[in-house]
């Protein structure tokens, strides 16, 4: 069952990440899916700072880089970019499934993963609002515990 958050602002986009880190666990898979401007990176980067405990933590996007590695304790977070790769063969490079099995791997443009999409994941797909700031999350969750834990996110479920 997915569940749908709507945000008026880019604090509430913050918010929703902030929520999401506090239940995330090493191994958790979650795919970012939307157009170029809908806010994936300011998402990732509103999670990982929740992560680290620390609103002003240096969160560079991966666009060029492909990913950036935060070795926190006890939970550490890889943030992969994947619109530069051409196909599924260049994400092995990454080490992705090292991120795969001890962090939680938040992937923007998670089309490139093709065959390597795990069956265990969050597909988070992010849509304009009814304002130039709004968005609308629509949360799918995938396998293992993901539909018990987003359940009592704030948001309307549908």
Not at 37 to 48: D, E, I, L, T, W
Not at 63 to 87: G, I, K, M, N, S
Not at 88 to 108: G, K, P, T, W, Y
Not at 122 to 142: K, Q
Request: glycine letters at 6%; a negative charge.
């Amino acid at each position: 069952m997915s569940k749908t958050v709507a945000v008026s602002d880019q604090n509430g986009t913050e918010a929703l990440a902030a929520q999401l880190a506090s239940i995330a666990k090493a191994g958790d898979v979650i795919l970012m899916h939307g157009t170029l401007g809908m806010g994936k990176s300011a998402f990732c980067r509103a999670f990982v700072r929740a992560v680290a405990n620390n609103p002003d933590e240096e969160v560079p996007s991966p666009t060029f880089t492909l990913v950036q590695v935060y070795e926190f304790d006890p939970l550490p977070v890889w943030h992969f970019d994947l619109y530069r790769l051409a196909d599924a063969e260049e994400v092995h490079e990454l080490d992705i499934e090292d991120a795969f099995a001890d962090a939680v791997s938040l992937i923007e443009w998670p089309d490139r993963l093709d065959y390597l999409t795990p069956q265990n994941r969050l597909d988070i797909h992010i849509e304009p609002g009814p304002n130039e700031d709004a968005r609308v999350f629509v949360l799918e969750p995938h396998g293992a515990d993901w539909e018990s834990r987003i359940a009592n996110m704030t948001g309307k479920t549908q």
